[in-house]
């Protein structure tokens, strides 16, 4: 009985199979040395067997010499006799005669065949290619950016010191030297609006994407097929560039997650110097953290739901701090009101925002402090099923 394989809601795409295709291209290289190949084991079968022929022997000893001297004969690196003194005169002709023809068939066809193909063959960048998609594959968590450009290389150089993974898709190129140079792990030449592509690039085991192109409408193709392939926004993020905030907001309906227009963010990040005088490297200090670009602090967000067993309890209570070495730095309230710098007297409550400061190996433990809090009602909910 047949399984009914149901197909996936956007179609049934196949991934493109970038390892495949360099796999291909080293098998046919190889392919190109057959014929050399070919002519050296016809060569030697046909020296031992004829020695074995010529002189009525078949016994171990002997078969192993007549293979020695077949191959010292067209290796040309040296030269014994690998028979006894019985028929001399015809095992020596046969021995000429098999030089000359073996020597400019096995030898020089054979050498020039060979060094030809791997001279010519590119084999070392294909090996190169393999092994980096090999690699690809593996990949889980990543991050898949869209467009070599200005701002992407201002976000991989932060996600590559923070030792966040990702894959670079780059339609142009003519870029892929400059991307090799600037030391990205991860990239394809293609396009990034196509549904193989994406999932060649292991769309459905990474965490977002993030698309910065400079005209709009490739932003949009972008985004539109990678939530077709990804449709919750809680578990897979899209961010996108923008250069209207008109065209923001459509990329927003159509599923990003968040949009950046480059020219209200600058300006946001200019006014942050003004309006903090008199001290630009208070300004300059929040600003890194909030754009990532220190790598000893960072800042998260945690938000109190249902199903955490921490509702109604005190901050000095849960002891949070004190597990994690992260610090609760405000709490935004479900009706949008903040509580900045809270005491351990404060309560938490249903629908709150916890803004949690440290260190990012304690915000990592911070993290698993309330997965445990949240994880211990699912299993007493199943417990109770």
Same mark, same amino acid.
């Given at each position: 009985?047949?399984?009914?394989?149901?197909?996936?809601?956007?179609?049934?795409?196949?991934?493109?199979?970038?390892?495949?295709?360099?796999?291909?291209?080293?098998?046919?290289?190889?392919?190109? !040395?057959? /014929?050399?190949?070919? *002519? &050296? %084991?016809? =060569?030697? @079968?046909? $020296?031992?067997?004829?020695?074995?022929?010529?002189? +009525?022997?078949?016994?171990?000893?002997?078969? !192993?010499? /007549?293979?020695?001297? *077949? &191959? %010292?004969? =067209?290796? @040309?690196? $040296?030269?014994?006799?690998?028979?006894?003194?019985? +028929?001399?005169?015809?095992?020596?002709?046969?021995?000429?005669?098999?030089?000359?023809?073996? %020597?400019?068939?096995?030898?020089?066809?054979?050498?020039?065949?060979?060094?030809?193909?791997?001279?010519?063959?590119?084999?070392?960048?294909?090996?190169?290619?393999?092994?980096?998609?090999?690699?690809?594959?593996?990949?889980?968590?990543?991050?898949?950016?869209?467009?070599?450009?200005?701002?992407?290389?201002?976000?991989?150089?932060?996600?590559?010191?923070?030792?966040?993974?990702?894959?670079?898709?780059?339609?142009?190129?003519?870029?892929?030297?400059?991307?090799?140079?600037?030391?990205?792990?991860?990239?394809?030449?293609?396009?990034?609006?196509?549904?193989?592509?994406?999932?060649?690039?292991?769309?459905?085991?990474?965490?977002?994407?993030?698309?910065?192109?400079?005209?709009?409408?490739?932003?949009?193709?972008?985004?539109?097929?990678?939530?077709?392939?990804?449709?919750?926004?809680?578990?897979?993020?899209?961010?996108?560039?923008?250069?209207?905030?008109?065209?923001?907001?459509?990329?927003?309906?159509?599923?990003?997650?968040?949009?950046?227009?480059?020219?209200?963010?600058?300006?946001?990040?200019?006014?942050?110097?003004?309006?903090?005088?008199?001290?630009?490297?208070?300004?300059?200090?929040?600003?890194?953290?909030?754009?990532?670009?220190?790598?000893?602090?960072?800042?998260?967000?945690?938000?109190?739901?249902?199903?955490?067993?921490?509702?109604?309890?005190?901050?000095?209570?849960?002891?949070?701090?004190?597990?994690?070495?992260?610090?609760?730095?405000?709490?935004?309230?479900?009706?949008?009101?903040?509580?900045?710098?809270?005491?351990?007297?404060?309560?938490?409550?249903?629908?709150?925002?916890?803004?949690?400061?440290?260190?990012?190996?304690?915000?990592?433990?911070?993290?698993?402090?309330?997965?445990?809090?949240?994880?211990?009602?699912?299993?007493?909910?199943?417990?109770?099923?």
């Amino acid at each position: 009985m047949k399984e009914n394989r149901k197909s996936k809601h956007y179609g049934n795409v196949k991934p493109k199979n970038y390892r495949a295709i360099y796999e291909e291209k080293f098998y046919n290289i190889l392919f190109l !040395l057959r /014929y050399p190949l070919m *002519t &050296v %084991i016809f =060569f030697t @079968t046909l $020296g031992v067997l004829m020695l074995m022929i010529i002189n +009525n022997r078949s016994d171990g000893q002997s078969v !192993l010499n /007549y293979f020695f001297h *077949t &191959v %010292i004969t =067209f290796s @040309t690196v $040296g030269y014994t006799e690998g028979y006894g003194t019985e +028929n001399l005169n015809i095992n020596r002709f046969f021995s000429t005669l098999f030089i000359m023809i073996s %020597i400019p068939l096995v030898y020089i066809y054979g050498l020039v065949t060979t060094v030809n193909v791997f001279l010519n063959s590119n084999i070392r960048e294909i090996f190169r290619y393999w092994r980096m998609y090999k690699a690809m594959d593996e990949l889980k968590g990543h991050y898949i950016i869209c467009r070599f450009n200005g701002i992407t290389r201002e976000l991989m150089k932060n996600l590559k010191k923070r030792g966040i993974k990702y894959v670079l898709i780059e339609p142009d190129p003519k870029l892929e030297e400059e991307i090799k140079n600037f030391g990205v792990d991860f990239y394809v030449i293609d396009e990034p609006h196509k549904r193989s592509v994406l999932l060649g690039v292991g769309i459905e085991r990474a965490k977002g994407v993030i698309s910065a192109f400079e005209e709009n409408t490739q932003d949009l193709s972008v985004i539109v097929t990678a939530r077709l392939i990804r449709p919750d926004r809680d578990k897979f993020s899209i961010f996108a560039t923008a250069t209207t905030e008109g065209a923001a907001e459509k990329m927003k309906l159509l599923g990003a997650n968040e949009v950046i227009v480059p020219d209200v963010a600058v300006g946001r990040r200019m006014s942050s110097f003004v309006l903090h005088p008199p001290s630009p490297t208070l300004s300059g200090f929040l600003e890194k953290i909030a754009y990532g670009e220190r790598t000893d602090i960072d800042i998260i967000e945690v938000k109190i739901d249902q199903q955490t067993d921490i509702i109604g309890k005190k901050l000095k209570d849960i002891k949070m701090r004190q597990e994690t070495g992260a610090t609760v730095v405000a709490i935004i309230r479900a009706n949008g009101k903040m509580k900045i710098a809270p005491s351990g007297e404060t309560e938490i409550k249903l629908g709150d925002s916890l803004i949690i400061l440290g260190h990012p190996k304690a915000l990592r433990r911070a993290e698993e402090f309330f997965k445990d809090h949240h994880k211990e009602i699912i299993e007493e909910g199943e417990k109770v099923s």
